[in-house]
């Protein structure tokens, strides 16, 4: 069987996943700015690691996943454009504080990242809170001579840099081409050349957020914070570095930069942060790119809620997930209200399996010999599937496109005891184990819809419900049998009679 | 009326609550440390503290309430006990990470403190995230000369600063009778006196949380984080500060000197860093003190699932936060199993009547004019009666027992409802909204024990049971009508008969 196979941007190949130090794991993943509620983009790059996550945790291996939270906001204080002086006079406690708004907009995205089931990271680092550990790696970058001071701020020297490793090497560019992308210098820049960044940047007085450094009170600038806390609690080369593909180019091509600033002369095994770079592809609402200014910019609460002119419906936050895994990381995914839909009644099918599944593991009656019958070798194939298709690059499209291959022969062993006799226990055991555990552990998916105790109290009563109809139906009142089928469904339980008695469900909205 | 009265720890009086730069206030509350399991001390502390931010809120204050997580750990690598150099070879991520344990325990205190519905802080800083600004004080300190150097430590000169001001105000000790608890110095410590403490202590090499510092490679002493904190998202004076009776010594007499040691000369206005210092009293499991030794420390998440041998049942979170608010915070609390199975009644009778006065609120018809009924006296007294309570320094345990008061009368106009015309209309409006916004918004009370979509469904399902029960009574089929009446209350269903017609309502299980 294959082993685990990683597409890695550097190389722009499928490589061996073989960790630096097996079996830790280390991971980064850039995380929010948290100026702004969480939209569709901050989900698809949060499922994405969760689900590397989830896959390497279930693989064995001992991950410490590190997701940051960019809470440095660059807001300034209206009071200050007509003078410091007044700025000064206002009380601290009339001051807009931005670490108030990054709680807020913290408090938001940790709510919908837990509603869509995506596991807490092991170290969710602050900027705010790795300042000193920034300005250390600001006055490494110095000393080894890829940065110089002007004004109070301080830059990264690209063509420096670019004379022993090349610039541009993850987003597949050389510098020549780099340059072009940049407008030339305005005057008012006081930046050495067009292509160098801010790593740290002198502060206005009306700058809101500004700490003490060796260059007078300033903030960090865009890219450090993420080499200096991955270095903090990941080590100066680790194994995967993920974000979205929009951070490619610069903020992750200046992360490698300033990792191998940090670390020159670089040996080998210190070079380019990580040695394997993941990029989760963009999504696209209704084939259009999504932005505030086309009206297509959907919130994940307004998803949640319905809430949102160009939504037919809500959307659970399962529905959501589902249709995030049902592509590939690496494809583009394009929201609209009638893939939302079909991945609302896929999920609600596979669900219904994995519920079905659930139960025959109580009362499954198999073979203790193997049979070789057809229905085992479906069953017993799985394992070596599943495995495939996760360790071709995290494909959990094909995952579960491969588990909706499995429904039938679910059913058939839910519906027809007598072919228990065609599989072999111990087959059927294992099957029913990694069927659950793909569903729960790796995809992460919540079958149930409401919350534990509120399904007992639905569950007693829908019973009594269903006893009323058994009594009516004794009594051949055909009419009202219908009546209570009718009403459940108003209620949101669908009902399906059986030979062995009326089984229900939740209807999946 | 009466405005708010708060009992200040400081002055050990009720003092009129002016804040320093009205409508805004400032509250400061020590939060906990994240290096274990949230317990009854943690609710305790978060719940005081949550209700006088509710309550100064409801009176229109704006308030920035700041509650920190001490996420320094002082834990060391066990390897490092044989030698540094065996820790330096170990990879990064085999080493312990102190900020992953940080990370865990944070995301439990946050999650019980959900449950228990207390609302999060406008900023929540991290010890760890404030190193700077804790150098930055302590500098400042040594500056103003209440501090002293030793290999590498900061420590705080006591007897100094007690020449200026008074160490022990805040707990009404004197400097001779706090001496006398201290242990003579045993030889092995660094310090120059016994009763000062550390400002900055040097790191061993086996400590995993350092960080450079002008005195060499160490961490923050207990004392200085609170009171950089405070300072940078509150300024160096503000209104409140708020913490368990057990920081009080030493805690917050340290955070006090530090304060005025930073800003010293204080001017009047600066000192004791708040102007009002607020605890709230420790709680006792049946009787005795809760330790670890005495087997009856009872974790949160134990009291929400029952599995403790000390507990007879699982406690809902809206159980431990009514029983709670059932005492003034500054009495003593006894947790046993009886209280809260008291509680748990009284919070479904409450609970019961806010659900009544809330479907009233559709159905009032009452009176144009002033009647000047007893009843409509009843309803109109509650505004004043409930501020009373609530400004008699936050005395949530009076307000309980005057709205537990007011619930014969919300049950007369709930099944009388010719009686509505003996109450004005404006009189009940005013009456219900200020009922209900006491019970949820100042005493942060929650109805549902389900969630929205779950209660659509059970009150959708119970419906059809009734619609049920209905007709067999109109058949004159008592026997059958009783039995659905047990099967929903095994289902955890109450029904009432009345003339009305069956209400129901969820027990309190």
Known sequence: MQSLQIFNTLTRTKENFE??????????????????????????????FDLVFRYLTFLGYKVRYVRNITDVGHLTDDVAGTG????????????????????????HYNRDMAL?????????????????????AIEKILENGFAYVINGSVYFNVKKYNDSYPYGKLSGRNLEETLEGYRELDGQEEKGSKEDFALWKNASP????????????????????????????????????????????????????????????????????????????????????????????INLDEFFSGNHPSLEKSYAPMTIRFFILQAHYRSTLDFSNEGLQAAEKGFARLTEARNKLNELKNSFSGNDLNTNSDLEKELNSFEVEAAECMNDDFNSAKLIALMFGKISAIHTLSRQPEMHFQVNRDV???????????????????PDTGSG???????????????????VKKNKDFATSDKIRNKLEEAGINIKDTREGTEWSLTSQ
């Open 84 to 107: 410091e002086d007044k700025l000064q006079k206002r009380a601290r406690l009339e001051q807009l504080e931005p670490m108030e708004i990054a709680q807020l907009y913290t408090l």
């Open 116 to 136: 869509l089931n995506t596991l807490p990271p092991s170290i969710e680092p602050r900027a705010t809170g790795h300042i000193p550990e920034q300005i250390e």
């Open 206 to 297: 009306e700058h809101l957020m500004k700490w003490n450094s060796p260059w007078g009170v300033g903030f960090p600038g865009w890219h450090i914070e993420c080499t200096a806390m991955s270095t903090r609690y990941l080590g100066q080369k680790y194994d995967i570095h993920g974000g979205g593909l929009d951070l490619m180019f610069p903020h992750h091509e200046a992360e490698i930069a300033q990792s191998n600033a940090l670390s020159h002369p670089c040996e080998v095994s210190h070079q380019d942060e990580a040695k394997y770079w993941l990029h989760n592809n963009m999504i696209t609402v209704n084939g259009q790119k999504m932005g505030k200014s086309l009206n297509n910019f």
């Open 428 to 446: 059927f055991v294992r099957f029913a184990d990694l069927f659950l555990s793909y569903y729960s552990d790796v995809l992460g998916l919540l």
């Open 19 to 48: 960790p630096i130090n097996s079996p830790f794991v280390g991971m980064y993943v850039c995380g929010p700015t948290v100026y702004g509620d969480p939209h569709l983009g901050h989900a698809r790059s949060a499922l994405t």
């Open 453 to 471: 105790v509120a399904m007992e109290k639905i569950s007693a009563l829908v019973d009594i419900v269903l006893e009323w109809r058994a009594e």
